[in-house]
């Protein structure tokens, strides 16, 4: 992570005036199995989109709150990152998206044993949503119940 003077002015103003929402408590839910047997899902916000899907809309004032479906079978280097944000160099995510959704590395942890196994679908959602109320009020609540129908026990995210 950057430091705060590496912004630029507008970014710098912009970040010490935004109101930050804080969550309490924090959800929490103890894990049913241990990590050895769990089944993990990736929830990225590196705004990554698998072959045929449509991008995200970088036009919705505030973030496009819509998310993906990303099958895990699909190859890491196949995505195309919808990412808005200006305030990070996106050639890093370009070289190795697994940098964003690191796809690869949990297969290679399932397969040393170290997670139970990869769930059948991953979620990528748009960074940079400035406004979120869409995000937890009409997207959120479809992504959760996607994860619980695939029998996920656990999710790693990936903030972008």
Do not use: C, Y
């Amino acid at each position: 992570m950057g430091s705060f003077d590496e912004f630029d002015l507008a970014t710098r103003m912009f970040l010490r005036a935004w109101r930050w929402r804080r969550i309490d408590p924090v959800p929490w839910t103890v894990p049913r199995r241990p990590v050895a047997r769990a089944r993990l899902a990736l929830v990225s916000t590196a705004g990554f989109v698998a072959p045929g899907q449509p991008g995200f809309d970088e036009k919705v004032r505030g973030g496009d709150p819509s998310w993906r479906v990303i099958p895990a079978g699909v190859d890491p280097r196949s995505l195309r990152e919808f990412h808005r944000s200006e305030s990070f160099d996106h050639s890093g995510l370009a070289a190795d998206p697994n940098l964003g959704f690191p796809l690869d590395r949990l297969r290679e942890m399932a397969a040393a044993g170290v997670i139970g196994e990869v769930a059948p679908r991953h979620l990528s959602f748009m960074g940079s949503i400035t406004a979120p109320g869409r995000l937890v009020r009409d997207s959120a609540p479809g992504a959760a119940r996607l994860l619980v129908e695939d029998q996920v026990d656990l999710a790693l995210l990936v903030p972008v």
